[in-house]
């Protein structure tokens, strides 16, 4: 037999179809672009057709493709299931995007929770702010992202939410008659507008001490004196810092998981409610 399907090219062809394109085929599967369309041409030239084809910006499948990917999972469903009852399977990986104000709250739950439910599988983490996070998402970088949206809007489709509270330094006092001087994250961010519509619902002046890029950096500023942060809190706060007195309540930030295009519904709904699960158990 001349003509042979094999596995790799395969997998390239399924990871295009559940992930919409070449590009967030070739991020999820960790090899280049060229790498991905040379698999595809690998099998468009055993099965003597095109199996994608140009649709205005975008792409589809010819109806040999659908032919050709119905096989495809087939064989790959069969492929990974003989070499994980033969004990040669590689440790399957989970990548989970979570904001850095989020993780600092949630990670260490979650992840003893997950490596609980998945104990099969690598978890590691990558920590960033969410428009990045979306970004990662929409080009495959993460399988799952879990985020924060301080404004606590659409609560009905989130998994659940924090606590949003004014910290400061042990020290530091509120200004009787001068701004209050805020420590915030640069933009993009959804804590910074939901801390000032809180100020100035109640006519409270304020002005912007510090901005920071990062979670320790904000840490550090609100701890030195230089003004009080607005930040979702879950269990006890870090050394050096406590909640601020004299300051008007703020609302919850809804907290949501979203998945890469093509990534596996059932990982999806248990890590949701891996996520469900800490948020109730440390509220």
Same mark, same amino acid.
């Given at each position: 037999?001349?003509?042979?399907?094999?596995?790799?090219?395969?997998?390239?062809?399924?990871?295009?179809?559940?992930?919409?394109?070449?590009?967030?085929?070739?991020?999820?599967?960790?090899?280049?672009?060229?790498?991905?369309?040379?698999?595809?041409?690998?099998?468009?030239?055993?099965?003597?057709?095109?199996?994608?084809?140009?649709?205005?910006?975008?792409?589809?499948?010819?109806?040999?493709? =659908?032919?050709?990917?119905?096989?495809?999972?087939?064989?790959?469903?069969?492929?990974?299931?003989? $070499?994980?009852?033969?004990?040669?399977?590689?440790?399957?990986?989970?990548?989970?995007?979570?904001? &850095? =104000?989020?993780?600092?709250?949630?990670?260490?739950?979650?992840?003893?929770?997950?490596?609980?439910?998945?104990?099969?599988?690598?978890?590691?983490?990558?920590?960033?702010?969410?428009?990045?996070?979306?970004?990662?998402?929409?080009?495959?970088?993460?399988?799952?992202?879990?985020?924060?949206?301080?404004?606590?809007?659409?609560?009905?489709?989130?998994?659940?939410?924090? &606590?949003?509270?004014?910290?400061?330094?042990?020290?530091?006092?509120?200004?009787?008659?001068?701004? $209050?001087?805020?420590?915030?994250?640069?933009?993009?961010?959804?804590?910074?507008?939901?801390?000032?519509?809180?100020?100035?619902?109640?006519?409270?002046? !304020? &002005?912007?001490?510090?901005?920071?890029?990062?979670?320790?950096?904000? !840490?550090?500023?609100?701890?030195?004196?230089?003004?009080?942060?607005?930040?979702?809190?879950?269990?006890?706060?870090?050394?050096?810092?406590?909640?601020?007195?004299?300051?008007?309540?703020?609302?919850?930030?809804?907290?949501?998981?979203?998945?890469?295009?093509?990534?596996?519904?059932?990982? $999806?709904?248990?890590?949701?409610?891996?996520?469900?699960?800490?948020?109730? &158990?440390?509220?």
């Amino acid at each position: 037999m001349s003509q042979i399907l094999d596995i790799g090219p395969l997998r390239s062809v399924v990871a295009v179809a559940d992930c919409g394109g070449f590009h967030r085929a070739a991020a999820v599967l960790h090899v280049t672009q060229s790498a991905v369309s040379q698999h595809v041409r690998r099998i468009e030239a055993v099965v003597g057709g095109p199996v994608v084809e140009r649709s205005g910006r975008g792409m589809v499948f010819t109806v040999l493709g =659908h032919r050709v990917l119905g096989h495809a999972r087939r064989i790959l469903a069969a492929h990974d299931a003989a $070499l994980e009852d033969l004990g040669a399977a590689d440790q399957r990986m989970l990548l989970i995007g979570a904001t &850095e =104000h989020g993780a600092d709250v949630m990670l260490p739950a979650l992840t003893g929770a997950l490596r609980d439910r998945l104990p099969d599988w690598r978890i590691p983490f990558r920590l960033d702010r969410n428009v990045s996070l979306a970004d990662s998402i929409e080009q495959g970088l993460v399988d799952l992202a879990v985020m924060l949206d301080g404004s606590g809007w659409d609560r009905s489709n989130a998994s659940g939410s924090v &606590e949003l509270k004014w910290i400061s330094s042990r020290s530091f006092a509120v200004p009787a008659s001068q701004p $209050l001087p805020l420590v915030i994250f640069a933009e993009p961010c959804t804590l910074r507008e939901p801390a000032f519509a809180i100020l100035e619902k109640i006519g409270l002046r !304020y &002005e912007i001490a510090a901005e920071c890029s990062d979670l320790s950096g904000l !840490y550090a500023a609100v701890r030195s004196g230089l003004g009080v942060a607005l930040l979702p809190t879950i269990g006890r706060l870090p050394d050096g810092l406590c909640l601020a007195e004299g300051l008007p309540p703020a609302n919850r930030a809804s907290v949501f998981v979203r998945g890469r295009t093509g990534v596996d519904a059932d990982m $999806l709904t248990a890590v949701e409610q891996t996520v469900r699960d800490v948020l109730v &158990e440390q509220a």
